[in-house]
């Protein structure tokens, strides 16, 4: 009568076990699937041209804004939403500032967004993927591809020295392509300003609450 018990007792605690298991599995992985923003002060997209073979010179775009979801157990399952002002594009020059920003070029007037969003991620190794996504400048949207790489993810590396950093969680990452500005329309100047663009982008990333 004891043995006979016991049996449904050793069940009832296996599948208690498992309960608990399965739930805490679940909120890890759950946990490990974040949403964060881009940090306006610490990201920078750039691009550069070769300017009639002589130099490459540069552009920054500035306050870029966005969100990306990043799973750093499977990246595959990120996305990436960023939003630019092709007015906030700038060389350091005024003047040609002003010329890039007019419908010569990017015609900020009338096209003032530029627009990026994934639509695949391929991871390559442990910290290099692509990233796959349309790009919107002046109303026209192109396929592009980014080579990625994660440089960081955890509690912000400056937590122990900067109370402010204390248990902000952030992630960070570098990019790179190589673009036909002609695609977007932007064709002056050619071939005297080259149609191959690189762009570069370092961005760190705030885990939203």
Do not use: C
Request: proline fraction near 4%; charge should be neutral; glycine fraction near 6%.
């Amino acid at each position: 009568m004891t043995g006979s018990l016991r049996l449904p007792v050793r069940i009832s605690r296996l599948l208690a076990a498992a309960l608990v298991l399965a739930t805490a599995t679940a909120s890890n992985l759950a946990a490990q699937t974040a949403s964060y923003r881009l940090d306006k002060d610490y990201t920078a997209i750039n691009f550069s041209w070769s300017h009639v073979g002589l130099s490459r010179q540069s552009a920054r775009l500035m306050g870029a804004e966005g969100r990306v979801t990043f799973d750093p157990a499977n990246p595959e399952a990120s996305a990436i939403d960023v939003t630019m002002k092709s007015a906030n594009i700038t060389t350091g020059i005024r003047d040609f500032d002003l010329l890039i920003k007019s419908p010569d070029y990017f015609n900020a007037a009338q096209f003032p967004l530029i627009m990026f969003k994934s639509t695949g991620i391929r991871q390559l190794s442990d910290k290099t993927g692509q990233v796959a996504g349309d790009l919107t400048i002046k109303g026209i949207t192109r396929p592009v591809t980014l080579s990625v790489v994660w440089n960081f993810t955890g509690e912000h590396p400056l937590a122990k020295v900067n109370p402010n950093y204390r248990d902000v969680q952030v992630s960070g990452f570098s990019a790179s392509a190589v673009l036909r500005r002609s695609d977007w329309d932007l064709s002056l100047a050619i071939p005297f300003v080259s149609d191959e663009i690189r762009l570069s982008i370092e961005t760190e990333l705030i885990m939203s609450e």
